[in-house]
C-alpha cells in the first residue's frame, strides 16, 4: 500500500512558467513533508519542507502547500528554470519516528 | 567536509555472492538510512538507525543486514545476492534533533547476474 503517492510521472513546463508537483498522502498520522531534488546519477538533495501546523513555507522560487484535510501537499516553482529539470521526490514522516516515505517522483522538464 | 560518502559507486556480483556497502558521514549525525532506487517504486527504506550500536527495519529488509559499529559509518550487506536486489543505493543521514532534512549519498549502482 502506497502511503505516499506521487501520480504523475512526468511534466513538461516552458522556461518562466510556472511549475506545480503534486504528491497525496494517505497516514493521517504524518506530520513532516519534504520535497527532494534528484538529478541522474547524483544523490537526492533536500529543497523544501513543511510541518504539518502550517500551511505554506515559501523559500525563494519554492513554495509549498499543504492541505492537511485533503491530504495533499503540493510544490510550486516560480518562474521554471531549465536548471529545475529533475526528478522530483515527496516524503513524508511522522516526527516522532524519524523515518521518511518517500512518493515515486515526478520527472520536471523545464523547456527552454 | 565530505557529508555523506559511499563505496562502491559501482559493482556487479553474481548470484549467490555477498558484498558490502559502505556509508560515512562527516556531519556527526545521528540517525542514518539505507534506501533503494528501483524504477517507478521511488525510494524505499531498506534499514536505518537511529544511534551508534542501534539498527531497525524499514520497509524492505528481506536480504539484507546492517550494523552500525561507529557513529559515523553505517554498512549494508548482502549475504547472498539475487537478482531482485538489483538496484541503485542511496545511503543518508540526519541529525535527529529536529532537523528533519536527510543528506543523500551520490549512490551505489548494483547489477546481480
Known amino acids: 500500500d502506497q502511503q505516499v503517492k506521487q501520480n504523475s510521472p512526468s511534466l513538461s513546463v516552458q522556461e518562466g512558467r510556472i511549475s506545480i508537483l503534486n504528491c497525496d498522502y494517505t497516514n493521517s498520522m504524518f506530520d513532516y513533508f519534504l520535497w527532494y531534488k534528484k538529478y541522474p546519477a547524483e544523490g537526492p538533495t533536500f529543497l523544501i519542507s513543511i510541518s ?6 515559501e523559500d525563494g522560487r519554492f513554495t509549498v502547500f499543504l492541505n492537511k484535510s485533503a491530504k495533499h501537499l503540493s510544490l510550486h516553482i516560480v518562474p521554471s528554470q531549465p536548471g529545475d529539470s529533475a526528478v522530483y521526490f515527496c516524503a513524508a514522516s511522522n516526527s516522532g519516528t524519524y523515518k521518511y516515505i518517500f512518493g515515486t517522483g515526478t520527472r520536471l522538464k523545464v523547456l527552454a | 567536509n565530505a557529508g555523506v560518502t559511499q563505496t562502491p559507486k559501482f559493482r556487479v556480483l553474481k548470484t549467490g555472492q555477498s558484498m558490502t556497502l ?20 521511488g525510494l524505499r527504506l531498506i534499514h536505518y538507525s537511529v544511534g551508534e550500536g542501534t539498527t531497525a527495519k524499514g520497509e524492505v529488509p528481506d536480504g539484507y543486514n546492517v550494523s552500525r559499529l561507529k557513529k559515523q559509518n553505517f554498512l549494508l550487506g548482502l549475504e547472498s545476492a539475487a537478482p531482485s536486489q538489483t538496484s541503485v543505493y542511496f545511503c543518508a543521514s540526519s ?8 543528506y ?10
Not at chain 2, 559502505?22 to 517504486?41: F, I, K, S, T, V
Not at chain 2, 541529525?95 to 536527510?102: H, I, V, W
Not at chain 2, 543523500?104 to 547476474?113: E, I, M, N, S, Y
Open chain 2, 104 to 113: 543523500f549519498g551520490p549512490g551505489t549502482r548494483l547489477t546481480v547476474t
Open chain 1, 52 to 57: 504539518s501546523i502550517k500551511d505554506k513555507n
Open chain 2, 95 to 102: 541529525s535527529g534533533t529536529g532537523d528533519y532534512e536527510q
Open chain 2, 22 to 41: 559502505l556509508c560515512a558521514q562527516d556531519m556527526n549525525h545521528e540517525y542514518m538510512y539505507w534506501y533503494r532506487q528501483d524504477p517507478g517504486m
